[in-house]
């Protein structure tokens, strides 16, 4: 069974840089389009990126466009998030979750469509 596993996420301050890293398990992960997702308290979970399954299609939501950047190795069954000049509003958990799709594509406007969430990373910016 597939399971995901984020990490990397830990307290920044603004204007610095983490890397989260999506680790599959249990299933190969070049069948699967990955998203990543946020939640911060109170809010509810949104869409931040998602990858295709050959990674040649990729999306951002409007605010970490050209801030964050997604890509995979599927190689080490592994996705990961970029995410450079971090604002306080980047505050939130972040999760992973896998698309099972027959297109080289990946959902943006609905959760729906993934499952096998990973339990999330912790992202807190602040100075």
């Known amino acids: 069974q597939l399971q995901l596993v984020e990490s990397g996420g830990g307290l920044v301050q603004p204007g610095g840089s983490l890397r989260l890293s999506c680790v599959a398990s249990?299933?190969?992960?070049?069948?699967?389009?990955i998203g990543w997702f946020r939640q911060a308290p109170g809010k509810e979970r949104e869409v931040v990126s998602c990858?295709?399954?050959?990674?040649?299609?990729?999306y951002y939501t409007g605010s970490v466009l050209g801030r964050f950047t997604i890509s995979r190795d599927n190689a080490k069954n592994t996705v990961y998030l970029q995410m450079n000049n971090l604002k306080p509003e980047d505050t939130a958990t972040y999760y992973c979750?896998?698309?099972?799709?027959?297109?080289?594509?990946?959902?943006?406007?609905?959760?729906?469509?993934?499952?096998?969430w990973g339990q999330g990373t912790q992202v807190t910016v602040s100075s």
């Open positions: 249990g299933f190969t992960l070049d069948a699967l389009a």
């Open positions: 979750a896998a698309e099972n799709t027959a297109y080289d594509l990946c959902s943006t406007d609905s959760l729906s469509p993934y499952d096998n």
């Open positions: 990858i295709s399954r050959s990674g040649g299609r990729s």
